[in-house]
């Protein structure tokens, strides 16, 4: 973050302050469940330690006090501060501060926080992820104004298994939240904050009540074994469901007509197609043994009947989110291949299995289930959900426009247009009725994909974008339809994947 801090025109980097005895030591049993935590359950490098020097002046030593809650600031450092004409203070520790005495105003204090700690807190996301909805607001601040001023906030879901991992995600995703405030003020710019699925709260202080280190290894254990217990029992696999009755609701489920896969695998992603006057289904196939999954197209009639799966596009990486398009006679593709860092347009040469590749419509991003429409204006929009680097996907949604479906694409003046797990990551075409536009978002916060939050788009122009809920599209409670998270509606067919619980698994 601070590497990428000083990538940023006109700042520079004045030093450290190096704090001792500010830092609450953690019990043994947190230090234990964080040892197991680290070495089992998590992937990748730790948030919590340097993992290369950095060159930089050496820091100023100092020693502060601190309580439960907060972490007492001298005088003496914000004055020290002050006449090294620091404009910026980025705050590391575990605790929030608390200042004695007024902050200069030309000065920022930005801290991250997890949950209602600081990020650097080692218990920072530990109530997410014990206690539903297991849901984790990320945030930046300036604790130099009072109340703390909120900046920048985001939605993640927790690692229900992991307190390392949640974290990892989170913070992740935040190295980027004080780099777009920091260019944005650098540039004398306003920062438009992205779009939640609730309105924003005020901080409180952290209470200074924290689970213990028993009390985590306890909840991961029992989840641990719960979840291998059900997978002992059941078999939960994607399928895909379908209707031409356009008086049917998308809910009404049990009279869709559904396409049950082999037990090794799963469908999902559903894309209808009307294809030389034949109705489709493009579709993700993943196997459960298998990193990679491919793309399939069927056939499916009125009468519900369907035929065999037939290949469409494998390739070594991953394909899944098949989108479809269709311009000047030409049947075009836009799969998702985020493993190659790029969102490429495939051309049909001859249907169902013969594509070629088009036009790389982005490149250098880290991209996943890009959605496509053109207006009756005949400007294109693309929304996409765009992942930080090591951060969880379908975070945060970017929007791109251009004049030709080829390009050029330009980014939107606000991306990350939304930035919340519940309602950020694209979920199937957009749907144009009499209202205007309508952007199924899936929402996995209980779980990926687990269900459909309807998007109304109230504003969209280069400039500005706005959208509101519009209802939500969920498995029934009791029922085996335990997700959905992928809908799409085209010439009277209307597809949808359900995530079904079938017994066992011989």
Known sequence: MLQDLLSIENTVWSGWTQIASATPRSSLGTRIYHSFDQRLMARGSSVDRLQAPVAAPAPVQASWSSSNVLTMVPEAAVAQWHSDGIGLVVWLLPLPPNFSSPVPAHMAVWGLTLGNEMAMHPLAGAQSMLHAPHLCTTCLYDFASTPPALLYRSMSAAVTNSLSATRQRSLNKARAFMVRCLAAQQAQRSLRAPALADAAVAWTKPSGIRPSGLALLTGVALRILRNRLDRRKFLDQWQLAFTFDPHLSWDALDQFHFIEPPREVFWADPMPLYWQNRHWIMFEELPFAAPCGRLLAIEVKPDGSYGSPLPVMATPHHLSYPFMLQDQEQLLMVPETSATRQVELHRCLEFPGEWALDTVLLKDVNAVDTTIWRSPEGHWWMWVSVVEEGAERGEELHIYHAEHLRGPWQPHACNPVVSDIRCARPAGPIIADERGLLRPAQNSAEAYGHHIEWRRITKLS?????????????????????????????????????????????
């Open 462 to 506: 280069p400039d500005e974008y706005e959208e509101k809920s519009e209802g939500q599209l969920r498995p029934h409670q009791g029922s085996p339809w335990l997700r959905i998270h992928t809908v799409g509606a085209a010439d009277g067919l209307r597809v949808l994947d359900v995530m079904v619980r079938r017994p066992g698994r011989g």
